[in-house]
């Protein structure tokens, strides 16, 4: 066959294709040579990134444009989106998505139809209301063939994207990918200048603080905002309670928090003396997911370092959460392990000086609420401190003694207490003297003096102490009389004397107590050991009666009588009663628990409250006088305390103390009574204040339930009664009162009452 050359339409295609090839080829090149003046005009890696985004939108002339670095440490890609004067990244795994396959595959992706695609995440346009339609993305790829990144186009803005927009797009990502990777040098060398010379700044500020609240706050703010963190906390160590405790945190609040030293993350960083990394808070065993539960915050990423001393000693940690650009990375361990090296000296000082400040507050506090004067001199004599109680035995100002020579307080007939301090500087020993006088504008003061010497930790001499204890007429009545009866009436009887002492009418609450069984207690125990009992017993008691504010009538046997509102009412005795009863069976739990570590059996209590108008006043003869309260009140208190064996019942109070009390209790309505010499009703209910979830179970439920079975009882409804009380029984089995109407029901049942019966009960005994 012979050749044939071209026709002139052919030669005229050829020509075409190579000039076409040959323009497509140039704008590449332009293309490319653009992107290169571009980066090459960035002067920081936000920039490189802008411009890069810019170029590969337009080049492949779409909508929008994003680009995803890879991060090593954490694993994830990000992009940085820039918000008025602020950057944010956003963050995922590197694997997830359209973008996450493209960086792991190392290729290209070209897809037409996004929400066929299980890979494409629809939520994100539901938030940002922008509808996808098609997507290009390449992977950028080194010189070196690693891949560094992602670029993704969003909708092309005519046609479809095609193998050539992602042919181009891979280009423009391989040739920037050199500058992508200089920048990111550039960008994170500068950044750690800024935080070196910040970091140095900070420490120099800190380091000057020597109160330890402000010194606290400042550390957790500046790890805070060093570590771009949500929250921080700084816990320390205290040796004697062995826990770490925290007065504050950043974003927490100001109150003070301990926990065992070995509890949490924090505890295990404390015990271990390891730094703890966490990226992902609710993948690691050791989170505790419920503190987030109770603040409503989420924790997502954890990092907590000890804080050790110059002598490697580990006196706390801090715990930084929720770094605002993704995970915490090496470089913020060794940051914060760095800041933490620093503060280290800052924290043991300022503790210190807060311990030495605690001690001195605490000291001079305890000087001025002594009821005894106390005077401190140096070694020149000259007075340095005197407490509330010495300027008022001295009759002297503050201002007037401070700083004086002691001559100017202590002469003329006073000259002996120096003479005293003179011996007490010579010897170095302790000087008393008793039954004193001393004399102050005319006033004489009977004292105790007790001169002591001073010495410093080296224990050198630096002065003397003068404690003066005031033993005057009336102090000494006092101290007598309070052995007695509670030292406030003992106080206002001083104050009053006769003008009470008379008897008269007056609302009161009476409270009775008794022990349950004593007799044979007694006998178990013998005479020593019932003394024992009672003093211990009584001991307790009285310091809740005090506490409430209560007066203590007498001991009568193993049963205490006492008054709320005698012989000076006040408002609120009602409630001050009711809580006192509360807190007596408390103590007495507590007590308990004690005996049965030492293998000693439980003592049982009851009490009975009662309001009402009692006789109070002066009862004996001409030789001996008790102050005390009769009448019917008075009865019905030790009525009701009696009726606690019967009702199985730890306190018991009237309804006339029920209407007038003013706080809310945990209540029953137990039953309607006819006390022995009385015809008319009383009603009588339990207090059950001092249960807990355990010693009731499911109390609320259980009581609605009670009170309906009580209601059903009253109305003669036997039958429904019954069920109602079994049901009680079956949510707390030791439900005593309950078990007491349920057998009253059934020999009800058996034996039905007449016609007038209407459910009130006759008490038996006292």
Known sequence: MGF????????????????????????????????????????SLDEVLEALVAVSSRVTNAERGSLFLHDSHSKELYSRVAEGEYTREIRFLSVDGIAGHSFTSGTGIIIHDPYADPRFNRGVDGKTGFRTKDILCAPIRSTSGEVIGVIECLNKRKGQFTADDLDLLEAVGTQAATVLRDSQHLDRMRRLREEELEFLDVVADITSEINLTPLLQK??????????????????????????????????????????SDAGIAGHVFTTGEIVNIAHAYADLRFNPAIDKQTGFFT?????????????????????????????TAEDESRLKAFCAQVSIALENAKLFD??????????????????????????????????????????????????PATSVFSGSNAWVLERVDRV?????????????????????????????????????????????????????????????????????LNQGNEILGGKSMLATILFTDIRGFTALAEELGPQGTVNLLNEYFTIMV????????????????????????????????????????????????????????????????????????????????????YTMIGDGVNLAARLEGACKQ???????????????????????????????????????????????????????????????????????????????????????????????LERCQALLQTPPNGNWDGIWVLQGK
Not at 307 to 320: M, Y
Not at 545 to 557: Q, V
Request: with cysteine.
């Open 647 to 741: 009702y199985h019942a730890r306190i018991l109070i009237s309804e006339n103390t029920l209407k007038r009390l003013k706080g809310v209790y945990r209540i029953r309505d137990v039953d309607r009574v006819v006390v022995r010499g009385k015809s008319e009703p009383v009603g009588i209910y339990e207090v059950l204040d001092y249960h807990t979830e355990t010693t009731f179970p499911d109390i609320s439920h259980a009581l609605r339930l009670y009170h309906d079975g009580l209601h059903c009882y009253r109305s003669r409804r036997f039958e429904a009664a019954i069920r109602t009380f079994q049901d009680v029984l079956a949510l707390n089995p030791k439900d005593e009162l309950s078990r007491l109407y």
């Open 425 to 493: 500087a010579e010897s170095q020993t302790a000087d008393i003297a008793m039954d004193a006088e001393l004399t102050f504008k005319g006033k004489v003061f009977s004292v105790n003096a007790t001169t002591l010497p001073l010495m410093d930790a080296e224990r050198k001499k630096i002065g003397t102490m003068m404690v003066i204890e005031d033993i005057t007429s009336e102090k000494r009545v006092k101290s007598t009389m309070s052995r007695y009866m509670d030292p406030g009436l003992a106080d206002k009887l």
């Open 219 to 260: 550390v957790i703010c500046e790890v805070t905002r060093l570590l771009s963190a949500e929250r921080s906390t700084l816990f320390l160590y205290d040796e004697q309670a062995g826990e770490l405790w925290s007065k504050v945190g950043e974003g927490l609040g100001a109150d003070k928090v301990r926990m065992r």
């Open 543 to 626: 310091e809740c009666l005090d506490h409430h504010g209560g007066i203590l009538d007498k001991f009568i046997g193993d049963a205490m009588m006492a008054a709320f509102g005698v012989p000076f009412p006040r408002d609120g005795d009602e409630d001050r009663a009711v809580r006192a009863g509360v807190s007596m069976i408390r103590a007495l739990a507590a007590w308990n628990r004690q005996r049965a570590e030492n293998g000693l059996p439980p003592i049982d209590m009851g009490v009975g409250v009662n309001t009402d108008e009692i006789v109070s006043g002066n009862i004996g003869s001409s030789r001996r006088m008790d």
């Open 4 to 43: 044939s050359p071209p026709s002139s339409r052919e030669v005229s295609g050829l020509a075409n294709l190579f000039s076409s090839e040959s323009r497509h080829r140039l704008q590449r090149a332009e293309t490319l040579l653009n992107v290169n003046e571009m980066l090459a005009s960035a002067e």
């Open 355 to 404: 311990d030495i400040q605690n001690i001195k507050n605490y000291n001079e506090s305890m000087l001025q609420s002594m009821s005894n004067g106390v005077i401190t001199l140096d070694e020149d004599h000259r007075i340095i401190t005197c407490n509330s109680a010495g300027l008022r035995i001295i009759q002297r100002r503050v201002t007037d003694v401070v700083h004086q």
């Open 300 to 328: 997502r990423s954890i990092l907590c370092v000890p804080i050790i001393n110059k002598h490697g000693k580990t006196i706390g940690v801090t715990q930084v959460l929720n770094k605002m650009s993704g995970p915490f």
